[in-house]
């Protein structure tokens, strides 16, 4: 397993504006991914964070909107750009250890867009 | 009370009672499947998962069951707790190294004492 820890946990943003999330692994792994939980709904996946290369997005995720970094194998974040009412949501950080397939995920982070 | 079949958004049991949840999984090309559990602000949690090689698997108090042929999914909880409250999320992926996972429908278990 693997112990993840997201920032902020939650937050209140002004439409217009960007907010940065932060997930920080306690152990190095080679897989990172971020979802969206939109309110009441199931999980999707924005993209893959790769390190050192460019993150691969979902089909209806650009990198405009969701710049990725991931500089090296404990962290990685997610940028929330320009942001509308729509966005508000659960964005959860998840990561494949050992077992091909399963992930764990952080906490999320919530966001409500004003 | 028991639901079997179809996906329900919500089931509500009384405590003590077997709980049956379903899903219906969209890839027939997916090998590797998981049963998440996730409460109130949390993250989803793993509970069981199973292979594409097989049809069964037990864990403590729940059993995942597999119908590949008309690609089902179910996650039986024996003796529901309150402590089972919670939505609960099939997963499902391919068996190779930097696959995401692919989320289904949620259902809310509400357990009542």
């Known amino acids: 397993s693997a112990v993840i820890s997201q920032k902020p946990s939650r937050d209140i943003c002004q439409r217009g504006t960007s907010l940065t999330i932060q997930c920080q692994v306690d152990?190095?792994?080679?897989?990172m991914f971020w979802y969206r939980q939109q309110p009441g709904q199931s999980l999707t996946l924005i993209a893959t964070?790769?390190?050192?290369?460019?993150?691969?997005?979902e089909s209806g995720f650009v990198i405009d909107k969701f710049p990725i970094s991931r500089p090296n194998l404990t962290f990685s974040t997610l940028t929330v750009s320009n942001m509308s009412p729509e966005d508000s949501s659960i964005y959860l950080c998840?990561?494949?250890?050992?077992?091909?397939?399963?992930?764990?995920f952080g906490e999320g982070s919530r966001l409500t867009v004003l | 009370g028991e639901s079997v079949g179809l996906h329900l958004p919500t089931l509500s049991v009384q405590e003590g009672d077997n709980s049956i949840i379903n899903c219906a999984y969209s890839?027939?090309?997916?090998?590797?499947f998981i049963w998440y559990k996730q409460e109130s602000g949390k993250g989803p949690q793993f509970i069981i998962d199973i292979r594409s090689n097989m049809d069964k698997r037990q864990g403590q108090r729940v059993t995942v069951l597999l119908n590949k042929t008309v690609k089902h999914l179910s996650l039986q909880i024996a003796a529901t707790q309150p402590g089972d409250s919670a939505v609960y999320f099939c997963?499902?992926?391919?068996?190779?190294?930097?696959?995401?996972?692919?989320f289904g429908k949620g259902t809310t278990l509400s357990v009542s004492s």
């Open positions: 998840s990561v494949e250890t050992e077992t091909p397939g399963e992930l764990f």
């Open positions: 964070a790769n390190q050192g290369s460019e993150a691969t997005y």
């Open positions: 890839n027939s090309a997916s090998d590797y």
């Open positions: 997963a499902e992926t391919l068996n190779q190294a930097g696959t995401a996972l692919i």
């Open positions: 152990s190095q792994v080679t897989m």
